[in-house]
Nanobody, 123 residues
């Protein structure tokens, strides 16, 4: 059974940093695409970052501020978020699946999801 559990969310002032963690069980991280998405109230779930076959992908809105990393020995992926902005406020979800490159930014490419962790950036 695949399980993903996020942690590390919280309240942070604009310009601050947070590191989200996603502990994964039931699969070998090296065999899956891994991603972070976020969803603000009343909005769709948006792509943030993904890792597939050793290559990382980022949404333009977070490029240069966020970094996705993986520690296979811990079966954990991370999202380091720097220079946070109020518009980064959302529930952040980690996901695992087998997307192809052209679909890596689509939520429908991922079959396993965590429960989400709230990130709130104050002005």
């Amino acid at each position: 059974q695949v399980q993903l559990v996020e942690s590390g969310g919280g309240l942070v002032p604009a310009g601050g940093s947070l590191r989200l963690s996603c502990a994964v069980s039931g699969i070998n991280l090296n065999n899956y695409g891994l991603a972070w998405f976020r969803q603000a109230p009343g909005k769709e779930r948006d792509f943030v970052a993904a890792l597939r076959l050793g290559r990382t992908y980022y949404a333009p809105s977070v490029e240069g501020r966020f970094t996705l990393s993986k520690v296979s020995a811990r079966n954990t992926i991370y999202l380091q978020m720097n220079s946070l902005k109020p518009e980064d406020t959302a529930v952040y979800f980690c996901a695992a699946g087998r997307p192809i490159t052209s679909t890596i930014r689509l939520p429908t490419s991922y079959g396993a999801w965590g429960q989400g962790t709230q990130v709130t950036v104050s002005t």
